[in-house]
């Protein structure tokens, strides 16, 4: 049972235009969401995250939106560059549960010229 | 500024071998974990631990075997390898469980 969904296996986005990538949830005690970045032979890096008290958290390009009653979070990145190109993984958690990350299946971002 | 540490990058075993990926942190993070990815799947924890001497199962435990004896070290020891233990293995650390996870650069294990 796939608690954290990313249904979008891929995306392609010219550059300079928006990225969005998507990511639904079916455990509705997750109360704490990141995302993660993923390069071809590194381990994944730590991006953006949101606390369900709020629906929207902002870093400089990278923007995390949370619809709690649809139980579904994206990732905006405005404006795309090359080096976004990588596997984007969300993840969640629930209270108690802290240390039990819950990884989606992850999307694979490619920003072309 | 090590991070997190993994060896080795590659590995192939033969099935019923075993060897231990071994893993280090500098930060003096409390909690550390081992993760797995299969193609096209997203991160399985393994296990986990919360402070030397500590250790629990995660999600997929069967076939592993970890020790916590110091804070920076946190070895995973396969002990019969099995062809569906073939997967890339991650080791991460945070301070607090809460917290953003840093993670190592991956170990890829094949076991033909």
């Known amino acids: 049972d796939q608690q954290v969904k990313q249904n979008s296996p891929s995306l392609s986005v010219q550059e300079g235009r928006i990225s969005i990538l998507n990511c639904d949830y079916t455990?509705?005690?997750?109360?704490?969401f990141l995302w993660y970045k993923k390069y071809p032979a590194e381990g994944p890096t730590f991006l953006i995250s949101i606390s369900s008290i709020k629906d929207k958290n902002e870093d400089g390009r990278f923007t995390v939106f949370l619809n709690k009653s649809a139980k579904h979070l994206s990732l905006h990145i405005v404006p795309s560059q090359p080096g976004d190109s990588a596997v984007y993984f969300c993840?969640?958690?629930?209270?108690?549960?802290?240390?039990?990350?819950?990884f989606g299946t992850g999307t694979r971002l490619q920003v072309f010229p | 500024n090590a991070g997190v540490t993994q060896t080795p990058k590659f590995r192939i075993l033969k099935i019923g071998q075993s060897m231990t990926l071994q893993c280090t942190q500098d930060m003096n993070h409390n909690y550390m974990y081992w993760y797995r990815q299969d193609p096209g799947m997203g991160l399985k924890l393994i296990y986990y631990s919360v402070g030397a001497g500590i250790t629990d199962k995660g999600e997929v435990p069967n076939g592993y075997n970890v020790s916590r004896s110091t804070t920076e070290d946190f070895p995973l020891r396969l002990e019969l390898a099995a062809p569906s233990q073939t997967s890339v293995y991650f080791c991460?650390?945070?301070?607090?469980?809460?917290?953003?996870?840093?993670f190592g650069s991956g170990t890829q294990l094949s076991v033909l």
């Open positions: 991460a650390s945070n301070a607090q469980g809460n917290e953003k996870l840093f």
């Open positions: 455990n509705s005690m997750f109360d704490y």
């Open positions: 993840a969640a958690s629930a209270p108690g549960n802290t240390d039990k990350l819950i």
